[in-house]
């Protein structure tokens, strides 16, 4: 478990189109008080429409397909949220394409709960 401490909860965006690892996210965050998902979705127009009304400190996302698109329309639509992006592959042609279209994180391989916990927490104290 992440030590590092926060002063108020951090709203994190879950975009995931995988409802199996999307679950799983959700569900291992909910074990800390210091982090509050928003909602959690593989629809990023659904997201982003719940984020205008409750705007996120960090948006995670994992899109196989599409994520340099999800995260310039996350950038464009949500400036002021960190974007940490996750991919199973640590291809470093995505990672130039993830960065250019505005990631502030990159997440890549299978990951450790705690690494997430922490990346969540390390751009939620940004903003």
């Known amino acids: 478990m992440s030590t590092l401490a926060v002063d108020r909860p951090i709203r994190v965006l879950i975009l995931e189109e995988s409802s199996f690892r999307r ?15 928003i909602m959690n979705t593989h629809d990023i127009a659904a997201g982003l429409r719940m984020a205008s009304r409750r705007p996120p400190h960090v948006v995670v996302v994992n899109f196989d397909q599409d994520a340099a698109r999800a995260v310039r329309e996350i950038r464009h639509r949500l400036p002021r949220a960190r974007v940490i992006a996750m991919s199973p592959n640590s291809d470093p042609g995505l990672a130039r394409t993830l960065r250019s279209a505005g990631a502030d994180e990159l997440l890549f391989g299978n990951l450790r ?8 927490y390390r751009q939620g104290s940004v903003n």
């Not at 996210?25 to 800390?32: A, E, G, S």
């Not at 705690?114 to 969540?120: G, H, M, R, Y």
């Open 23 to 37: 679950e799983g996210v959700n569900n291992m965050l909910q074990r800390y008080a210091s982090i509050d998902v």
């Open 113 to 120: 709960a705690a690494t997430l916990v922490d990346s969540i």
